[in-house]
């Protein structure tokens, strides 16, 4: 009489976090295809979001907002003024602050980006309904790990 052959817990195509960062980094190609008219990276896209909807904020609710490392984000911050996208501003409140502003080029942006999210989901065939369960079930498991 044979045993029956116990399953693998370790193959790698069957790891929930393999398919999560596999999936990441080919959205992250995609976006960068439907970036290109914007002339703006991934991560300096998801920034002007964040402005479009708040603009203003410090570096450090900007990098909050993305789930950056303060570190991490005032690079991008820098290479984004130097496209002429953002630019500094001291808080007039507390010197130590230091806010985001949109420049009119970066504002103007907005008018074009409007086109990529609808572009995005057709590119991987999901529809609205579909984008929102997922977006769901992705901030569950978030906040679990947060």
């Keep these: 009489m044979s045993k029956a052959k116990a399953k693998n817990p370790l193959i790698l195509r069957e790891q929930l976090c393999f398919a999560l960062y596999s999936t990441s980094r080919a959205i992250t190609r995609k976006y960068s295809h439907l970036l290109t008219n914007l002339g703006v990276t991934y991560p300096q896209y998801l920034t002007l979001l964040a402005l ?16 950056m490392e303060g570190a991490t984000m005032t690079p991008l911050v820098q290479r984004m003024e130097k496209l002429g996208l953002v630019m500094w501003e001291r808080n007039s409140d507390d010197e130590r602050r230091v806010n985001v502003m949109l420049t009119k080029k970066g504002s103007s942006l907005r008018a074009n980006a409007v086109s990529v999210p609808p572009a995005f989901g057709c590119a991987i065939g999901v529809s609205d309904a579909e984008a929102q369960a997922m977006i769901a079930e992705l901030k569950k498991i978030r906040g679990h790990l947060e």
């Design 52 to 67: 479009w909807e708040n603009d203003g904020m410090s570096v450090k609710e900007l990098a909050q907002a993305l789930r």
